[in-house]
């Protein structure tokens, strides 16, 4: 039941390195990689983040144009990896989902990773029942 998801220190370091820009708005990628099932729960490996434009140019939401979304599936695919998880910052709450968020995972239900200052959580919509938060090991 227990679901989880790897990601690397320098992923992670990566991953900051996008807030820092983006601040004070959001910063937002979407993460490939590859899923493992095992009975009931999955293991998401993230092999590699893709940065994507906040469009709103937002500190308190985000949204990615269909043209980045569309080139970023592109790479995704072509590199034989799958869509693992969609990145995004809080500059200013902290690292659980805004309403606005829990709307959006129920239509794209892959792990959200929320990152807010040094604290940096994930998620996933539970069979359509609001959210599970998902184990996290940085290797
Ligand atoms: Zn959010």
Redesign the pocket.
């Known amino acids: 039941m227990l679901d989880s998801m790897i990601i690397t220190f320098k992923q992670l370091e990566m991953l900051k390195g996008l807030a820092e820009k983006a601040y004070p708005y959001?910063a937002c990628a979407l993460l490939a990689g590859s899923v493992e099932v095992c009975g009931s729960s999955n293991t998401y490996r993230v092999e590699q983040v893709i940065e994507v434009d906040n469009a709103d140019r937002s500190s308190i939401?985000?949204s990615i144009r269909d043209e980045d979304l569309i080139k970023a599936y592109e790479t995704i695919t072509s590199n034989g990896l799958e869509l693992v998880g969609i990145f995004?910052t809080?500059p200013f709450s902290n690292a659980y989902?805004?309403g606005?968020?829990l709307r959006y995972m129920q239509i794209n239900p892959v792990p959200w990773i929320?990152l807010a200052g040094d604290e940096i959580r994930a998620f996933i919509v539970d069979e359509g029942k609001g959210v599970k938060e998902l184990r996290l090991f940085i290797s």
């Open positions: 959001e939401s985000f995004h809080h989902p805004s606005k968020d929320i």
